[in-house]
């Protein structure tokens, strides 16, 4: 389905569980996952219902989130049940790796197509200052799993000014696994933390290996990684002599990509996101619907996901000023208050371990 700008969307994110077992300092800063208790999980009969209506709108490709989604207590079965739904045409799933080596087979058995791996460091200790847990080599275990398993894995770098560019660069190649660098939104405490992609990943990656060839998406001849499939996202990716993997960078400030958005998201409070950039939600299914049969309730699930599609805007917001939201408070005296916040207010105060980054 096209939205109003003429974007074919035919990709989501769905956070099937919004805990962690990690408390990065620019997701998840608050240690609210102890003993990592979920807020918000959902069934694999609810994730089901929401990829069944979304392909009959032609989204065709699926990426479960968190939260950190091999906490949810049936993520394998999860896998195995969207794959035999008509029309998906990938299933893929973004995790920090901690649990990844007791899944991997059980992943690969449910037909998984890849899995990225988020990974800012590869310094025991530097991990464990970002993620506030010393559990580098569980997550070392984990990415080692899955290529054994022959899962595609590509590993996600949040950019910070102390990211070590080459040492992860390194360390993807001798995994044989391409590299995408991921520029930090201004969202929660990411807001603070940013740096530029392209200079910071670009001009270091230079210093070492030389001037490198900037690869068009379109013509998968050009990739030298090893296989051909698409990538479904925003990524633009370079070749390095010397390099036998990708290297990608995710530029959302700096390589605005809103004209060629795909996604939408689903929350794992079972609320549809437009977009991440955009504090606005809405209802997936209200919770005072009552349904007589499944055909009933995929047809209402399918009406919100197209009005979220048509309610998908032009662009991001993110540090945008000249965009207000309007927050209505009851106080104690039963008074209603009203008052305008900016847009770059409104993203600060989000935290992005809840809304399926």
């Given at each position: 389905m096209r939205d109003r700008f003429g974007r074919e969307i035919d990709y989501m994110r769905i956070s099937v569980i919004d805990s962690c077992?990690?408390?990065?300092?620019?997701?998840?800063p608050q240690d609210n996952n102890k003993n990592c208790q979920a807020i918000n999980t959902l069934s694999v009969k609810k994730v089901l219902c929401i990829v069944r209506a979304a392909t009959r709108l032609g989204i065709t490709h699926f990426r479960l989130t968190g939260g950190e989604p091999l906490l949810h207590p049936q993520i394998d079965e999860m896998v195995?049940?969207?794959?035999?739904?008509?029309?998906?045409?990938?299933?893929?799933?973004?995790?920090?790796?901690?649990?990844?080596?007791?899944?991997?087979?059980?992943?690969?058995?449910?037909?998984?197509?890849?899995i990225n791996v988020s990974l800012d460091t590869i310094d025991a200790s530097e991990y464990e200052r970002i993620t506030k847990k010393p559990l580098l080599e569980e997550v070392e275990h984990g990415i080692d799993a899955a290529i054994e398993c022959g899962i595609r894995v590509k590993i996600n770098v949040v950019l910070t000014p102390q990211t070590d560019v080459v040492a992860l660069t390194r360390y993807a190649s001798k995994k044989g696994t391409d590299i995408r660098f991921i520029e930090m939104m201004p969202v929660g405490e990411g807001h603070t933390n940013g740096v530029e992609p392209y200079e910071k990943v670009i001009g270091a990656l230079l210093e070492v290996y030389g001037t490198p060839c900037h690869?068009?998406?379109?013509?998968?001849?050009?990739?030298?990684?090893?296989?051909?499939?698409?990538?479904?996202?925003?990524?633009?990716?370079?070749?390095?002599?010397?390099?036998?993997?990708?290297?990608?960078?995710?530029?959302?400030?700096?390589?605005?990509?809103?004209?060629?958005?795909?996604?939408?998201?689903v929350t794992a409070d079972g609320r549809l996101m437009p977009c991440l950039g955009s504090s606005v939600t809405m209802d997936l299914v209200p919770d005072s619907c009552e349904f007589t049969d499944d055909l009933e309730k995929d047809f209402v699930i399918v009406q919100a996901l197209k009005a979220a599609i048509k309610a998908k805007p032009g662009c991001h917001n993110f540090n945008d000023n000249a965009v207000t939201y309007t927050k209505t408070t009851e106080t104690k005296t039963v008074e209603i208050k009203t008052t305008e916040l900016k847009a770059a207010e409104v993203n600060a105060a989000r935290n992005m371990s809840r809304i399926g980054g």
């Open positions: 077992n990690l408390n990065c300092y620019y997701c998840n195995s049940q969207i794959k035999k739904i008509s029309g998906v045409s990938s299933v893929s799933l973004t995790t920090n790796a901690v649990l990844l080596a007791q899944h991997a087979k059980q992943l690969k058995e449910a037909g998984i197509d890849s690869i068009d998406t379109e013509n998968r001849e050009e990739i030298n990684s090893g296989y051909n499939n698409a990538d479904n996202g925003p990524a633009e990716y370079y070749i390095f002599h010397g390099l036998d993997i990708r290297v990608g960078l995710i530029q959302a400030i700096h390589g605005k990509f809103c004209d060629t958005c795909n996604r939408i998201r």
